[in-house]
């Protein structure tokens, strides 16, 4: 099976030549056609998704991976404008005689302008753009939203975005668009995350100083992605400067930062290097309960990119991540969990019409948990690692931008593992058997304008996946329950052997039809197969879930999705509205048996639930994109059930009904504005509410002998208070007249602004001769100031 990723690889570079060739022999009769690249004026740095348009008309693309753009035009002479958030517009007047360009785009020279609240692309671009449901955030917009403690977090601006949602205060994961945690693909520079959180939840992995640009897809995806059934977030690293060195940093209340930057070889070869460490066990000596004050937590990250240019067709980018976090609770147990991660991409543009990007993706996480009592002093670990590869190609031809290639997954699950760690020790070692997977692909992507008033995107992904040995495969008694004393059979496979197999074709298409130049209607279906899941007790990402392959008893996730939106401009472009709808269908999303135990269980499978989900919505945004005060507001109605119909009373829940999800909040309401107060204040402030999330809570009690035990009621049939917050900032700009080499920011910070007590999670203390009392805990129940400052230095 390995082998087969090498020859699908082999097989689309065998392809390239006569590629080459076609895209020389395209005929261009009636028009020409403009070829370009678009870069950072100041770092050489590709832009990507940058906005290039033909002034007075409809027709437009955007940039590539490479920066790279090829626009048809009609005969004559037009202007082509391009712009891209956070960079001044750039105008280019082109003719017949005049159709490659190397447009360099400067950075706005105005800090206050550069930081444009919005949950869009450039201007216009929410009505040219064929996908529905994509939003792309530049960091200086991430950095305007208030930060929790001083941190600047990219997963806080993502879950402000309407269709996204987290089940409380510090949660880790967030929910798109009904989908649960397990479902979002979050990528940096290509390499997939399975933990996106430091110090659970509180904190993103994310380090502002080294990202370039977020996007999150929560509706119309493209082929090049897959793995998941609700969401991608790719967050793309920023390339170092290539002409000059750079020094930018930041010091808060619990972190600090340190990002350099600068040449290898001027003008071909460039590095960042970027790190962020925790010192915020002093924040833990004040705390009044004792075992919080004797607790101990730290984190640190740390970025690296290095990117080289060969010629004008020839790049090479190498990046690495790694994170660490630690976490010890009244010094008996210390869990820690790490990340590394790596990335190389090679890129080749054939011509000004083709281009390929080969990429080589390596990721590794773990978990750990150490107990350091005497008799019971052990370490627990499971985690997952990822090796891939995958040829991305572009071809630009006229009207049309397709991209197509393969792509090769191979895992590695480690499903957990205890070992004592003393001759003390009464602890015994278990060892799970990990499990082995290789997920490949094939796909297919085209977007292209066949009118002025009509766009579209379709496109294939057809996906593989084989779970292979060496391993063990239960069988258990047909017609009753899975349990251990059930098991009639066990089957051995030898390493490399097949042990079950799935594949299954992913098409995609969205259609956007302009009613005019300031308004449009945009419809999309997508369909995905996910292949992984998070086994999980908790609500929210935990580091000690753990990740497991499709096998002989769970399917792969697959998700349908049809969205309908409209979309319209205001007032020359500087206020955009949409209003979208969608709704989703699930199949084998994974529920747990009531007590279910999946701490080293070697019968996992017996406690796991198959349903079908349902998720339906309507999201409804406005958002001002430039003037003194920019912001967005949005509204999203989102309701997701589960099904959950078994053979059997064990295997069925709440009698085969539909029930919400643990994350089901139907009503989710998110402001975000920036004002900007003179030339170097500005004022931020967010405010968000959501429905209480569900929970399943005992309605009486029964007293046997000396214990009291709970009756509970149907699953998620009640609910926990609503969640709501304010949050403002302050920040001080520098003074941009000056040209400084160093400049610095300050920033004054209150999150939960009026101390809003927000209940996480809700538990209940039997009485005896009385019904169970509900008690709230609150992660943050006061207002929380925080300082920081951020400087850069050129």
């Given at each position: ?5 090498v ?11 006569p ?17 370009g ?14 906005a ?45 005689g ?15 302008s ?25 960091i ?33 994961g ?8 397990d ?124 990117s ?74 499971n ?12 071809l ?18 480690e ?35 066949l ?17 292979y ?8 008694q ?29 098409p ?85 048996k009531?007590?279910?135990?999946l701490y ?53 829940v ?5 029930y919400?999800?643990?994350?089901d ?7 975000a ?17 959501s ?10 009690h029964y ?49 939960n ?8 999670s ?30 850069k230095?050129?």
């Amino acid at each position: 099976m390995r082998l087969l990723a090498v020859w699908l690889t082999v097989a689309m570079l065998m392809l390239c030549e006569p590629l080459v060739l076609y895209a020389y022999a395209l005929p261009q009769a009636g028009g020409f056609t403009v070829r370009g690249t678009v870069r950072d004026a100041q770092t050489g740095e590709a832009i990507a998704g940058a906005a290039v348009l033909a002034e007075g008309s409809s027709t437009g693309t955007t940039t590539d991976a490479t920066g790279t753009f090829r626009l048809y035009l009609p005969a004559g002479s037009s202007t082509v404008v391009i712009s891209y958030l956070g960079y001044e517009r750039a105008t280019v007047r082109v003719s017949s005689g005049n159709t490659t360009l190397k447009v360099p785009l400067a950075r706005s020279s105005v800090q206050l302008s550069e930081v444009g609240v919005v949950g869009q692309k450039p201007v216009h671009d929410n009505i040219r753009s064929v996908q529905s449901g994509i939003t792309s955030l530049n960091i200086n917009t991430i950095k305007s939203v208030p930060a929790f403690l001083g941190e600047v977090d990219v997963v806080k601006s993502i879950k402000l975005l309407p269709g996204v949602s987290s089940v409380g205060e510090a949660a880790t994961g967030f929910n798109v668009r009904g989908g649960s945690v397990d479902q979002n693909l979050i990528l940096l520079d290509g390499a997939p995350l399975f933990n996106s959180a430091h110090l659970f939840g509180f904190f993103s992995v994310f380090n502002p100083d080294a990202v370039e640009d977020v996007t999150l897809y929560r509706g119309g995806v493209p082929a090049q992605y897959g793995g998941r059934i609700s969401s991608v977030l790719d967050v793309r690293m920023r390339e170092g400067d290539r002409e000059k060195f750079a020094l930018n940093g930041g010091v808060g209340l619990v972190s600090a930062r340190l990002a350099v930057e600068g040449p290898i070889i001027q003008d071909k070869t460039s590095f960042l290097v970027a790190g962020r460490s925790s010192y915020s066990d002093w924040l833990l000596r004040k705390m009044p309960n004792a075992n919080i004050r004797n607790s101990h937590a730290a984190f640190y990250d740390a970025s690296a990119k290095i990117s080289h240019t060969f010629s004008e067709r020839n790049k090479l980018a190498v990046s690495g991540y790694r994170s660490f976090d630690e976490f010890g609770f009244s010094g008996d147990t210390l869990y820690n969990w790490t990340t590394n991660a790596a990335t190389a991409t090679y890129t080749r543009r054939f011509s000004s019409s083709l281009s390929m990007s080969l990429i080589g993706v390596y990721t590794d996480y773990t978990f750990k948990v150490k107990t350091e009592q005497r008799v019971n002093a052990s370490e627990y670990s499971n985690g997952i690692e990822l090796k891939s590869i995958k040829a991305d190609f572009a071809l630009a031809t006229g009207k049309h931008a397709i991209h197509f290639g393969a792509a090769a997954l191979d895992y590695t699950f480690e499903q957990g593992r205890l070992t004592p760690t003393s001759a003390e020790s009464q602890v015994l070692p278990v060892q799970l058997q990990p499990e082995q997977a290789l997920e490949s692909a094939l796909y297919w992507n085209d977007e292209v304008r066949l009118s002025p008033k009509l766009s579209l995107m379709y496109g294939l992904r057809y996906s593989f996946y084989a779970n292979y040995g060496a391993g063990q495969v239960y069988r258990y008694q047909p017609g009753v329950p899975k349990q251990e004393r059930t098991i009639t059979d066990t089957l051995s496979y030898s390493r490399g052997e097949v042990i079950e197999s799935y594949h299954g074709a992913e098409p995609r298409f969205s259609v956007n039809y302009s009613l005019n130049e300031r308004s449009a209607i945009k419809l999309g279906y997508n369909r995905h197969r996910q292949y992984l899941h998070l086994i999980s007790n908790t609500t929210t990402i935990s580091p000690t879930d753990i990740w497991k392959s499709s096998n002989t008893h769970i399917k792969p996730q697959i998700g349908d999705q049809v969205s309908l939106g409209y979309f319209r401009n205001f007032t020359k472009n500087t206020i955009e509205a949409s209003v979208e709808g969608y709704y989703k269908r699930m199949e084998h999303m994974l529920d747990y048996k009531n007590g279910a135990d999946l701490y080293l269980n070697l019968t996992l499978e017996a406690d796991l639930l198959a349903g079908e989900g349902r998720a339906y919505g309507v999201e409804a945004s406005i958002s001002k994109v430039s003037g003194r005060l920019t912001g967005w507001l949005n509204y999203t109605y989102a309701r997701t059930e589960i099904a959950v119909k078994g053979a059997t009373a064990e295997e069925t829940v709440n009698k085969g009904e539909y029930y919400p999800a643990s994350y089901d909040k139907p009503h989710t309401l998110n402001l975000a504005a920036s004002y900007e107060m003179g030339k170097r204040w500005q004022l931020g402030a967010t405010f968000t509410y959501s429905t209480g999330r569900p929970i399943t809570a005992p309605l009486a009690h029964y007293v046997i002998g000396d214990f009291i035990v709970p009756h509970f009621g149907d699953r998620n049939q009640q609910r926990i208070p609503d969640y709501h917050r304010l949050d403002l900032s302050l920040s001080l700009l520098p003074d941009k007249a000056r040209n400084k080499r160093w400049e610095g920011t300050w920033n004054l910070s209150l999150y939960n602004v009026y101390g809003r007590k927000n209940p996480y999670s809700v538990f209940f203390r039997q009485v005896y001769g009385s019904p169970p009392r509900a008690y709230r805990l609150a992660v943050v129940g006061v207002p929380l100031p925080s300082i920081s400052y951020d400087f850069k230095f050129r």
